[in-house]
Antibody, heavy 120, light 112 residues
Framework: QITLKESGPTPVKPTQTLTLTCTFS??????????VGWIRQPPGKALEWLAL???????RYSPSLTSRLTITTDTSKNQVVLTMTNMDPVDTATYYC????????????WGQGTLVAVSS | DIVMTQTPLSSPVTLGQPASISCRSS???????????LSWLQQRPGQPPRLLIY???NRFSGVPDRFSGSGAGTDFTLKISRVEAEDVGVYYC?????????FGQGTKVEIK
């Protein structure tokens, strides 16, 4: 049974760096075809893809945010960490992590999400 | 970036009646490997998204067969054959053919 859970601080002050942790179970990020991605959703708005890390170490970022994002993996802890620098109130959103499998190349399992508010 | 455009943005439906959502991409979603990575996700109120359909028309595990997907190239459709109360929510199309992966704006399905 695949589960994912996001954790992170809230609120965050403008200009600070956000660190979000996705702790997962039921799969290994060392298994061929597996990936973990981050997606965010501002209140009342649509989903936005942020980043993806693959079983083979490949990482992809949203071009509009690439200078601010870093995704790292700790396979021993079953965790994926997303850092986002220079936070702004427009970054206020629910942040989700999700499992991806090459069979369908989509996000098949999602965490419940964590709401990050950016406010001074 | 590939822009995903959904219509309508809101769909009031009578229980038991069909519903249809269209998704159009700004470029072909056919990948160099021959697959078309177009998915549909459902987001019920207060819940994370849930995968319904992948690669245009394949239902994910546990998805009722009243949900179906079709299309090709740049035009895709999600159909609900008979809407049930639990189908209320926002539906998103998503392309994973080209980075960055992108979502449609979402279509809100509600009961009349």
């Amino acid at each position: 049974q695949i589960t994912l859970k996001e954790s992170g601080p809230t609120p965050v002050k403008p200009t600070q760096t956000l660190t979000l942790t996705c702790t997962f179970s039921g799969f290994s990020l060392s298994t061929y075809g597996v990936g973990v991605g981050w997606i965010r959703q501002p209140p009342g708005k649509a989903l936005e893809w942020l980043a993806l890390t693959y079983w083979n170490g490949d990482k992809r970022y949203s071009p509009s945010l690439t200078s601010r994002l870093t995704i790292t993996t700790d396979t021993s802890k079953n965790q994926v960490v997303l850092t986002m620098t220079n936070m702004d109130p427009v970054d206020t959103a629910t942040y989700y992590c999700a499992h991806r499998l090459s069979t369908w190349n989509s996000f098949d399992y999602w965490g419940q999400g964590t709401l990050v508010a950016v406010s001074s | 970036d590939i822009v995903m455009t959904q219509t309508p943005l809101s769909s009031p439906v009578t229980l038991g009646q069909p519903a249809s959502i269209s998704c159009r991409s700004s470029q072909s979603l056919v990948h160099s490997d021959g697959n078309t990575y177009l998915s549909w996700l459902q987001q019920r109120p207060g819940q994370p998204p849930r995968l319904l359909i992948y690669k245009i028309s394949n239902r994910f595990s546990g998805v009722p067969d009243r949900f179906s997907g079709s299309g090709a190239g740049t035009d895709f459709t999600l159909k609900i054959s008979r809407v049930e109360a639990e189908d209320v929510g926002v539906y998103y199309c998503m392309q994973a053919t080209q980075f960055p992966w992108t979502f449609g704006q979402g279509t809100k399905v509600e009961i009349k």
